[in-house]
């Protein structure tokens, strides 16, 4: 079985920073791409950025030049960083990895965390 773990959420006021991190553990061969959602209440699930096996990232127009999203192969882990919060950037994030397994790739999910931008 695989597991994506993430931690690191919480409450922050407008123009903080906040890191979130995903753990992979389990049964894996390699990770693919690893991704960020985030569904804010009432609106449907939207990707944020994602990060292919070699680095090469991609981001949401809203989150550019403000969020950065890295991972550390060694340690089956993502992270995104993300700076000069605004209050529309409140929403529960999920985690995301394309992950390879003895004899299947399948797209994993994290169990997702709140952050909350907030004066």
């Known amino acids: 079985q695989v597991q994506l773990v993430e931690s690191g959420g919480g409450l922050v006021q407008p123009g903080g920073s906040l890191r979130l991190s995903c753990a992979a553990s389990?049964?894996?061969?390699?990770?693919?791409?690893m991704y960020w959602y985030r569904q804010a209440p009432g609106k449907e699930r939207e990707l944020v950025a994602g990060?292919?096996?070699?680095?090469?990232?991609n981001y949401a127009d809203s989150v550019k030049g403000r969020f950065t999203i890295s991972r550390d192969n060694a340690k089956n882990t993502g992270y995104l960083q993300m700076n000069s919060l605004k209050p529309e950037d409140t929403a529960v994030y999920f985690c995301?990895?394309?992950?390879?397994?003895?004899?299947?790739?399948?797209?994993?999910w994290g169990q997702g965390s709140q952050v909350t931008v907030s004066s």
């Open positions: 990060i292919t096996t070699g680095g090469i990232t």
């Open positions: 995301a990895a394309d992950i390879r397994m003895a004899y299947a790739i399948r797209r994993y």
């Open positions: 389990g049964s894996i061969v390699s990770i693919n791409a």
